[in-house]
């Protein structure tokens, strides 16, 4: 035959399809999953069909005992540590945006029915001015209430997780912090904290962020008043004081205070018509007064003309008279004790009586003392009812403020002003760190940061101070 026979191939079994080179690995049942790097898509047909592209395993450069990005330094035994530089100094030629959050809890407020109470607080195990919820508010069908009762407000996240801050509270504040925007080029927010007070139940929370929100999105000052600051503060029963990471939040040259319910739990005025038996309605005079300068109907300086005319007649001794019944607000001799310890200068700018203000300042000593300086009648050394010089009121203090700073030579980025009252805004505005103390919601809205304890040591935290290292400074 003239056509050469073919000879037949030997059967073989083709590799098109295959994944593997294991033929009894490739028809397993069960198979491994693949190993996809990152940038390739993930997805269903990568399981049914085969992706001829993928790798089965990701690339890895062999380790060149070089640290990098892609084998980064870490100690594996022993002490676990991150060689990240977020608390770093920047490279030459940049600046660190770091956000200093400090956290204190508001034990004062604490709930005693909390699911999960620190051990540090002492609950009580009875309540009695409290009614069930399901007993009416009152017996008398003529006195009982005709519309219902306003919608309460819901229940705080700290008598559920821990009446301290939890590590969920940290985690719920940096959730919050991380839905504004960075700064451009900035992609990850860092973030480190300390426990400033106690490290399993702390009430005082410091936290580096980095980096700062974007200033072209959200100003300092906006963020510290933006609504989901406040409503975080509500929900887990917290004050949050945001500042920037700089030399001069941890190294203040001059505090200045102001006196009535800040230095001291009392009012001077009220205090001054209380102890007054004569004529008998001087209190309610004056009480009248100040209420309707709490409603704006008059000016600090006009009521403050009205109430010490009221005083008319008054011997000036009585003001020494006055001296035991201050009640010095908690914490107060030990803060100005770590102060001259710090070699930071005092001040206290107060709305009332120099007599008074003087004899406080030295007794605590404070290093500047301004104050009303009232006029007495050198005949019969009584009280005229007038007032001498520039009353101290919202402008003033400012004014004094400024020209104590001068005095001193401190910048007014190294001052912090501690007050309550709507006449102390100006001067919490002048100060490189304004402090509203247990203020008046309005003062506490326009401030830059604000104390709701019951200790003004507290102020220390704001600095950066642990709890030990105010015990250093106060013994």
């Known amino acids: 035959m003239a056509s050469a ?7 073989q079994m083709g590799h098109a399809g295959r994944r593997t080179s294991s033929f009894l690995r490739e028809h397993q049942q069960s198979r491994p999953q693949k190993q996809l790097d990152s940038s390739s898509h993930f997805g269903i047909d990568t399981v049914v069909e085969d992706l001829q592209a993928a790798r089965l395993s990701p690339q890895q450069n062999p380790f060149t005992g070089v640290p990098g990005r892609d084998q980064p330094p870490r100690i594996v035994e022993g002490v676990i540590h991150d060689f990240s530089h977020p608390d770093c100094c920047p490279p030459r030629g940049q600046r660190s945006n770091r956000l200093i959050a400090t956290l204190i809890y508001k034990a004062a407020a604490a709930a005693s029915n909390s699911l999960a109470p620190s051990p540090r607080l002492t609950t ?23 519309e219902p009762p306003a919608a309460s407000d819901p229940e705080p996240l700290d008598h559920l997780y821990g009446s301290y801050i939890s590590p969920l509270c940290i985690t719920s504040f940096l959730h919050l912090m991380s839905s504004f925007p960075l700064p451009p080029g900035e992609e990850d927010l860092t973030s480190s904290h300390r426990c400033l007070d106690d490290p399993d139940h702390p009430f005082v929370v410091e936290l580096t962020l980095s980096h700062a929100p974007s200033d072209e999105f959200l100003q300092l000052e ?3 008043k933006h609504e989901l600051i406040y409503r975080f503060e509500r929900e887990w029963n917290v004050d949050v004081v945001l500042q920037k990471d700089t030399p001069w939040r941890r190294h203040p040259r001059l505090v200045v205070f102001d006196m009535d319910s800040t230095l001291i739990t009392q009012e001077v005025i009220d205090l001054l018509a209380a102890n007054i038996s004569d004529p008998p309605d001087l209190a309610a005079k004056v009480a009248d007064i100040t209420h309707r300068a709490m409603l704006g109907e008059l000016e ?3 009521a403050f003309r009205e109430r010490v005319a009221l005083l008319k007649g008054l011997p000036a001794t009585f003001f020494e008279q006055l001296r035991p019944v201050l009640d010095v607000t ?3 001799p030990q803060l100005l004790k770590a102060l001259r310890r710090l070699g930071v200068k005092t001040a206290v700018l107060s709305g009332g009586f120099l007599p008074l203000t003087s004899w406080l300042a030295a007794e605590l000593g404070i290093d500047h003392a301004h104050a009303n300086e009232v006029v007495i009648d050198e005949a019969t050394g009584k009280l005229t009812g007038e007032v001498k010089g520039t009353i101290v009121g919202k402008e003033r203090k400012r004014e004094l403020l400024l020209q ?19 006449n102390d805004l100006a001067m919490l505005a002048t100060a490189g760190l304004g402090v509203a103390w247990n203020a008046k919601p309005r003062v506490q809205m326009e401030a830059s940061a604000r104390l709701n304890g019951e200790s003004l040591l507290d102020l220390l935290y704001l600095f950066g101070f642990t709890s030990e290292e105010v015990d250093m400074l106060t013994a």
């Not at 009875?126 to 007993?135: E, G, H, Q, V």
């Open 5 to 11: 026979e073919v000879k037949a191939k030997r059967p």
């Open 124 to 146: 009580s195990t009875s309540d009695t001015t409290s009614i069930p919820a399901n007993l009416a508010p009152t017996t008398d069908i003529d006195a009982f209430p005709l």
């Open 330 to 332: 908690k914490g107060v």
């Open 222 to 224: 906006d963020l510290r």
């Open 300 to 302: 600090f300086d006009a």
């Open 404 to 422: 104590i700073a001068a005095q001193e030579k401190v910048d007014l980025s190294q001052v912090v002003a501690v007050g309550d009252g709507a």
